[in-house]
């Protein structure tokens, strides 16, 4: 019988790093749920591996995203903590997607590349996080529109046509994942391509799930209902298609959601008489 390792065996390797409740709650859901509670010599170097990049992007978005604050008030970097969370209650998680969930706003909103984050945490993480991250909006810039607040928008517009369009069903996502893998001189095989595409998925259906959680705004209905039409849109089909419990999860948030919009309109509308 193999000898078997503790949680603590392995942190006593990380003394010198500051050591939080919330990330040895979370190893010990990563040991149990994506080693099976059981860290033996077979695994022991592959979850050791997994704790030192875990450490080190967690500490870096978490000085990153130090003084950033979402819409209801709440850090930003609890966010990326809470889609952490959501990842592994989804079924199948493993560690690449804990760390395609710390790192999902790396580079969409910080300064890190995809170079950055292929050097230091593996391609199969930088492809991914690239994957579900929108690209810079200038890059769409109709420079014909004088006005610049109306370029700035209509860029975005465009840039999210074409982001959402990868979200239409699982094929047009991996070919994404494959479109990106030859841009960055990768040659991936049909299995790592669909590995991948599941990994980053199951991340972005993961934000989105927190997203939903927290949309509600009883003084700006309209951006609620823009998010969940927008959810239902892109998010719902492909969803069913890899994933049915992150679909049952976006149903139910969504369906909350439309409650309280029916409500809330309900209460204006009374008021207004």
Request: aromatic content about 14%; glycine content about 0%; proline content about 1%.
């Amino acid at each position: 019988m193999s000898e078997l390792f503790s949680l603590g065996q392995v942190l006593s390797a990380f003394e010198n790093i500051k050591q939080e409740k919330w990330i040895e709650k979370l190893l010990n859901n990563v040991k149990e749920k994506c080693f099976w509670d059981r860290l033996d010599k077979n695994n022991i170097e592959e979850f050791k591996d997994f704790v030192r990049d875990f450490y080190s992007m967690y500490y870096l978005m978490k000085k990153k995203f130090k003084d950033e604050y979402r819409d209801d008030w709440v850090r930003y970097f609890e966010h990326l903590r809470e889609v952490v969370n959501n990842v592994l209650d989804l079924p199948n998680p493993n560690t690449q997607k804990v760390l395609i969930a710390i790192a999902h706003d790396s580079i969409e909103d910080t300064n890190k590349t995809f170079e950055w984050l292929e050097e230091d945490y593996w391609y199969e993480v930088a492809l991914a996080v690239q994957a579900i991250s929108k690209e810079p909006w200038e890059e769409y810039e109709d420079f014909d529109i004088k006005d610049e607040n109306e370029r700035k928008d209509q860029a975005k517009k465009e840039r999210n046509k074409v982001y959402f369009w990868h979200l239409k069903n699982f094929e047009t996502f991996k070919n994404h994942i494959k479109n990106l893998a030859l841009v960055k001189w990768f040659e991936l095989d049909e299995e790592k391509i669909e590995e991948i595409a599941k990994n980053a998925l199951d991340v972005k259906f993961a934000d989105r799930i927190h997203n939903l959680s927290t949309q509600w705004d009883p003084n700006d209905l309209e951006q609620v209902r823009k998010k969940v039409d927008e959810t239902k849109q892109y998010f719902l089909d492909i969803a069913k298609e890899t994933n049915i419990d992150a679909y049952n999860k976006m149903q139910s948030l969504i369906l909350t959601l439309e409650i309280r919009l029916i409500n809330a309109n309900s209460n204006i509308k009374k008021v207004l008489q």
